[in-house]
């Protein structure tokens, strides 16, 4: 009796260190063990860093392919992976650069809705590149929602453009 | 026993009160479906502009309600006489509602007011005879707030519920979006991204034309919508790290995170009638679909209802919650009753309806219609399914996300 109550006693120990220990590297958040091999596309359920206002100093120069999604989805595909391997480079090698990643919708539903997609759509790249080992802080985000097309056409070829994250980089 | 005995006598009074609603929800859109013919020879009116343009107004109003037909001529079922005097710059109309057999007077009212408010007295008139007649709220003196770009910016829009008097809100050269009335139609809170270049929560007084900014945190900050009590804002935010559903105080304080879909995205929350639930837009199922949850959190439930998305709740005072479904390819405006989980499809033709709200008649609903490279704003009546537009073909621009004021104006 004494025994199994012990062993009870122990096991419940055991699972609450592993629960500490979880929130801790979920609250640190921002390391590359965090992410990488976890699911693709999902985003951290972390605090976003404080954003980055006012007059900043905006890299034009410094541009990167932009990331695409299918329809109706924040899913980061294979294909987009590489795309954001060249993000992640580039800011190891430019500790003094932030970005601003840029979630975008194709005009179909609902508007509103759209502004949560879009942001979804920039949370999971975030996710990524802080998989990659990038530091959370550095990353905003910014959802336009169906408002910023590329392409302001009514069909798929148009449709299939607008559904992107585009990476805005500035000198912190 | 005992328990099982209370319990089958709880069950049965449930039905009971369930089937009395049932039956009074019947008898009142029975009611609704006839339109009483009315006469307005009797009520004479000036050749001046002022008059002539307070009748067209009244007689627009009357029949945009949808009760009335006006012409009936003697053998109407009302006949409402009056006049309008004009006094300088100001006018006095006096009127008087009768039942036409009883010769009984239903109601009678004198309006003061200025030249340049004839049509306003109009929407008041409309809206006071409209209750005289049927017990239902009018909304001809409603505001509608819609987006517009004609200015090349997604800008801010005010007009009456007829589309008169339509006029630029904002003047932020940015992207301004979804906005909602205060329960007491003299604010709205929108999204804007002028002041940050991000997408924040801003409420605007329009006396005063005082603007302040009620949520810029990190991230998202979108889709906020007013509780009927006036005090608390539904709203979405992703500071937390994914687009959630919170509860603020109007005044910023009390921030409480209602939705942890970790997953997913939270969208367009609109609250009950009586403000003790909220109907909200979430992926969580792989697409969007409407969900309720109580105003203090909880297991959020699914409202099943047909069509591969189901976006844009708005929780009508009337209990109804009108939403866009997408089937077939498009999206139209159908009509969800909680109580007990039926729909009814009221907009039908061959384009794309979507973004409806409830107008505090309870009856008609205003939203947007994409039709080929543009969109609109109309006004469908649920009833008649009948659809028409609210702005005029001739203003530039595309229109969108109607707001009506007033939607609790019958239950406050």
Redesign the interface.
């Known amino acids: 009796m004494t025994k199994n109550y012990l062993f009870t006693v122990s096991i419940l120990m055991l699972v609450c260190a592993l629960a500490m220990t979880s929130c801790r590297a979920r609250k640190g958040g921002r390391r590359a063990s965090d992410n990488i091999g976890g699911e693709i596309g999902s985003s951290l359920d972390d605090s976003l860093p404080t954003r980055v206002e006012g007059d900043l100093n905006i890299l034009p120069s410094v541009k990167y392919d932009a990331v695409m999604f299918d329809y109706d989805s924040a899913q980061i595909g294979e294909s987009e992976r590489t795309k954001l391997e060249a993000v992640a480079d580039y800011l190891m090698n430019n500790t003094d650069v932030g970005v601003i990643i840029e979630g975008n919708c194709d005009e179909r539903g609902s508007a509103d809705y759209n502004l949560a997609l879009g942001e979804r759509r920039a949370l999971a790249a975030r996710a990524y590149l802080i998989g990659l080992g990038i530091d959370g802080d550095n990353i905003q985000t910014r959802s336009y929602g169906e408002e910023m097309p590329v392409n302001p056409d009514h069909a798929e070829f148009a449709w299939r453009v607008n559904r992107r994250d585009e990476f805005i980089f500035f000198k912190r | 026993m005992n328990r099982f005995v209370s319990a089958a006598i709880i069950i049965s009074f449930s039905l009971l009160a369930f089937c009395f609603e049932c039956q009074s929800q019947v008898r009142v859109t029975k009611g609704m479906n006839e339109v009483s013919f009315l006469n307005l020879s009797g009520f004479k009116t000036q050749g001046d502009n002022v008059s002539v343009a307070f009748r067209r107004t009244l007689e627009s109003d009357l029949t945009r309600s949808g009760w009335f037909n006006l012409s009936g001529g003697a053998r109407a079922e009302f006949t409402v006489i009056g006049n309008v005097k004009p006094d300088g710059t100001r006018i006095i109309i006096q009127c008087e509602a009768y039942n036409t057999m009883t010769k009984e007077r239903c109601w009678s009212k004198t309006y003061r007011g200025k030249n340049r408010e004839a049509h306003v007295l109009a929407h008041h008139v409309a809206d006071d005879l409209v209750f005289a007649l049927t017990g239902q709220p009018g909304m001809a003196s409603s505001k509608i707030v819609i987006v517009g770009n004609r200015t090349g910016k997604?800008e801010l829009y005010i007009c009456d519920a007829d589309g008169a008097g339509l006029h630029q809100v904002t003047r932020d050269n940015a992207?301004s979006?979804?906005p909602r009335w205060s329960p007491d139609g003299r604010q709205i809170v929108y999204?804007s991204y002028y002041r940050?270049?991000?997408?924040d929560i801003f409420l605007i007084t329009l006396a005063s034309g005082k603007r302040q900014c009620l949520a810029?945190?990190?991230?998202?900050n979108?889709?906020a919508a007013f509780a009927p009590n006036g005090k608390e804002l539904a709203l979405?935010l992703?500071?937390?790290?994914?687009?959630d559903l919170y509860v603020m105080d109007v005044n910023g304080n009390h921030l409480t995170r209602l939705t942890f879909t970790?997953?997913a995205?939270?969208?367009?929350p609109s609250w009950s009638p009586d403000g003790n639930e909220i109907v909200f837009?979430s992926?969580s199922s792989g697409?969007?679909q409407l969900f309720i949850i109580g105003r203090s959190g909880g297991a959020p439930r699914r409202i099943a209802v047909g069509g591969s998305?189901n976006?844009?709740p708005d929780w009508g005072a009337n209990g109804y919650i009108a939403y866009?479904s997408?089937f077939g390819g498009q999206?139209q405006i159908f009509v969800f009753n909680p109580a007990t989980g039926e729909t009814k499809q009221v907009s039908r033709d061959n384009t794309n309806y979507?973004?409806p709200s409830w107008a505090p008649d309870g009856r008609h609903i205003f939203c947007m219609r994409r039709q080929g490279?543009h969109s609109r704003i109309f006004i469908v009546d649920t009833l008649s399914s009948s659809c028409i537009s609210l702005i005029k073909e001739t203003e530039k621009g595309d229109w969108?996300?109607p707001d009506c004021s007033g939607k609790y104006r019958n239950i406050r």
């Not at chain 2, 992703?238 to 687009?243: A, Q, R, T």
């Not at chain 2, 995205?265 to 367009?268: G, N, V």
Request: net charge negative.
């Open positions: 997604k992207i979006l979804s999204t940050t270049q991000f997408p810029d945190f990190p991230g998202l979108s889709s979405i992703s500071k937390d790290g994914n687009p970790k997953r995205a939270e969208a367009s837009v992926d697409t969007p998305q976006v844009d866009s997408l999206f979507e973004d490279y969108f996300a």
